[in-house]
Structure formats: structure tokens, C-alpha cells
């Protein structure tokens, strides 16, 4: 026996089949549901919009545009528009492509399935905008040292806003940049100032203003600016030669570095007046014979239409016989007034730079170094005169060694004759005596 309602039903059965049909309401729905993804494009790019579904009761796909028009049904393409093309078109899957995107084509695309009821499913294509080559403006002719240089950076056309980053060098300046609006409606003008306090190390220097956007991925725009900075002459003072010596030829060279290049020279010497015999001549002092009383320090100063800079020189002539004093030493002083700028441009030979950095050195050092020097060369004179000497004293007793005195007999009796003729006779009488002559080697 069952149990029935009032009106002849069996209430749990009935309910159990109602919630099967929704159940399976839910697994038809999740089963013709359109699958699609957001994308992004570059503009002047190509993109792809895919719809899938998990099956299909014969029903179609259709793609339709942010105006609702539709684009493709399927395999017939709706919309007149060389730009899209039909990549893939299946029972459950409908893919097309847009080339050529511009700013316009931006919005949401929707993916429909006309299945009882439709299903449609949404996706968004955003376009970026490529900014343009940024431009610099702002510099007009060289600035001079100490002044304050205003530059600025524009860039149209982006989306979203470009950024803008100023470098001078290698080394990244702070820049203030604010946005505006272009009159499409949809892209950005971004514009970046900078200022900077000019130093003569700016110099030929390039500064740079480059844009970064997600458009530009591997892409670099930049824009370089090179600047010019006017400042006075900084001094260096190079000898030729180095080692000055009494009776010789000797050279002082003025170098100066300076924008514009120093258009004069002036030589003076410390506390008196140049030399006679010392020729100026632009940057050059010339010395055709040097002379202790050309001891002293020199100055050379450089001009521009900037201002002017100097450097000193202290010269110590050494005596001829300083010929064989120790190289280490350096009779010279260089002092600048101005380091050379640490730039590209010009920098001081190096012989100047040795001039400047090991070219100090005390005269009374020097002196004393002599006097050590010629000791050593007595002793070694002495040295060689022993060795002479020695040498002599062994030859001579070699020599005595070999000489001999040799004694005969044949005047023998001679010594007692009164006279002469006896001598003689007794000599012959003797020499009938002896048989043999005998020879003594002492």
C-alpha cells in the first residue's frame, strides 16, 4: 500500500524528478558555456579571440564586436573588414583574428552559443598606444659654468601614460613630469623637466630623455641632447727635460684647458722679472742656456672670455756635475691653480701629469745627494789606483826575478899586474891555465 495526496500523487517521487531536470539544467548549462580570454595588443598589431565550448547540439558560435556587430557565424563571416580572417571554425570551437588593431577596435567582444536559452560569454581587448620618439627642448647655445640649464622632455600618443626618465650619461637625473590628455580622447601627452647645475665636468656631456611603456617591450625610444659648457682655463706646467742642468737648452710648456680655448699666455717669475736670456714666446719659455741665477719659480697664466687660470713651476738648475745624480729625483715643482676637468675633452700629456705628481723635490736634497755621489766616485778612484799599484809591484818582482849576473875568469891575475902590460900578460898566462870557462848564475 501507498501513500498518495489528495489529489493522487506521489509527492516523493515527484520532487525527486524535479531536481534531476535541474540537475541536469546545471550540467547542460556548464557544458554550453563559452569559454574566452582577455588579451592585449600592441597597436598596428594582430589579435586573436578564441570561443570554446565543452560540446555542441549542432547549435553555432558567433563572434560580435563592441558595437554588437556580429563579425563571423560560424564559418560565414558577417562584417565586411579585410582586417578579420577566420582561423578556426569547429562544432565547439570558433577563432578569428584582427590585424592592424588600432585604438578603435578596444572593447568587449562577445562569444554567443544560440542554444535554449543563448549562452554568451564576454572578452576584453585592450589596445595599447605606442608613444611617440620623445623631444627634447629647452637648450639653445653652450651655458656657462655655475648656471642653471632647464630642459624638457615631450612624448605624444601613448596608453596608458608613458614615463619618462632623464639620464646624463650613465647616471639618472630626477625629473618632475606631469600627464595630459590628447584630443582623441584615448591617448596621453607626457611631458618631464629637469633641471641642472652645469659644471665644466658637463662638458660635451649627452643628456638623455627615454621613454619606458609596455608597447615598447624590447623596443628603446630615446632622444639625446649634447651640451656645451663654457668655463676658464685650468694650468698645467710641463719641463723639457726634466733634469735642468747648467749650460743646457730648457723649455717650459704652458697647456691650458678651457671652453673656449685660452686665447693668451702670460709668463712671469715670482718675486723678480724673467731672465734676459728667457724668450716667451705664446705658451712656450724658452732657455737657450741655462744658468744658476735662472733659479726660481715661474708662473704661466692662461686667459678666455671666461676668466683666466694659472700654474707654477719651481726650476732648479743643477751643476754639470749633477750629471750622475740619482734619476729618482726630480728638480722641479709644478703647482696648479685648477685640476684639469675629469671630461672627454683634452686632458694634460702625461709627462705634465709626472711634472705635477712626482716633480717636488728639495734643492738642498739634491745637494746632499751630490756630495754622496762624488764620495762614491773617490772611493772608487782609489779603489782602481790600489788595484795599479798592486799590479805593479807584482810585475816588478817578476822582472828581478829573471835577471842574472854572470862572472869568468878570463881576466883572472889582472887585478895584481903594477901596469897594464902585465895585466895583459898575466891575463894570457892565466887564461893557458884553465881549461874550461865557468859561468855563476846568482
Known sequence: MSWRDEDGLHPVTDISFFFLGQLNSVTNNETFQPVTSDEIVVAGGTVTLTCRVARNDNSSLQWSNPTQQTLYFGEKKALRDHRIQLVESTPTELTISISSVHLGDEGEYTCSIFTMPVHTAKATVTVLGVPQNPLISGYHSPVKEGEVLHLTCLTHGSKPAARLRWFKGLEELQGKSHTEQDSNGRTFTVISNVELNVTQADDNVDITCSVDHPSLQQAEKTSKQNIRVQYKPSVTIEPEPTMPREGEKFYLRCHGYGNPEPSKFEWSKQDSVLPVLAKAD????????????????????????????????????????????????????????????????????????????????????????????HAVIGGVVAVIVFILLCLLIVLGRYLIRHKGTYLTHEAKGSDDAADADTAIINAEGGQAGVEDKKEYFI
Do not use: W
Open 282 to 373: 705664446d705658451n712656450f719659455l724658452r732657455f737657450e742656456a741655462l744658468n744658476k741665477s735662472d733659479n726660481g719659480v715661474y708662473v704661466c697664466k692662461a686667459s678666455n672670455s671666461m676668466g683666466s687660470g694659472s700654474a707654477e713651476h719651481k726650476l732648479y738648475v743643477q751643476d754639470v756635475h749633477a750629471a750622475l745624480s740619482r734619476p729618482s729625483l726630480f728638480p722641479f715643482t709644478s703647482v696648479n691653480s685648477a685640476l684639469p676637468p675629469a671630461r672627454e675633452s683634452p686632458s694634460p700629456t702625461a709627462s705634465s701629469a709626472r711634472s705635477n705628481t712626482i716633480g717636488r723635490a728639495d734643492p738642498s736634497a739634491i745637494l746632499a745627494s751630490s756630495s754622496i755621489d
